[in-house]
Nanobody, 115 residues
Framework: QVHLVESGGGLVQPGGSLRLSCVAS????????MGWYRQAPGKQRELVAGITPGRNTNYADSVKGRFTISRDNAKNTVYLQMYSLKPEDTAIYYC?????????WGQGTQVTVSS
């Protein structure tokens, strides 16, 4: 069982930056695939970025070059560094942990990009 807690969301102006954090409880964090997803009002949840245990990463085309996912296995934490934020990045951001048939979600953190 893995419990995920996100933090770091908030209100930011266009062009600004935020760093999201997701702390995982439980053991074996280092062997989980970790990801950040987001869901905007009226839209489906979408993958933003993912990172494997070997630190291979993948990104949605819409965030490539602006967002960076990383993980600190010693702290059981995955991060999403977001730069050059746009109003269309406004959404609830969710942390996800996957291992085989196990799939865990955090409760989400709101990111609002607005002037």
């Amino acid at each position: 069982q893995v419990h995920l807690v996100e933090s770091g969301g908030g209100l930011v102006q266009p062009g600004g930056s935020l760093r999201l954090s997701c702390v995982a409880s439980g053991s074996s964090f280092s062997i989980y695939n970790m990801g950040w997803y987001r869901q905007a009002p009226g839209k489906q949840r979408e993958l933003v970025a993912g990172i494997t245990p070997g630190r291979n990463t993948n990104y949605a085309d819409s965030v490539k070059g602006r967002f960076t996912i990383s993980r600190d296995n010693a702290k059981n934490t995955v991060y999403l560094q977001m730069y050059s934020l746009k109003p269309e990045d406004t959404a609830i951001y969710y942390c996800n942990a996957q291992l085989a048939m196990h799939d865990y979600w955090g409760q989400g953190t709101q990111v609002t990009v607005s002037s």
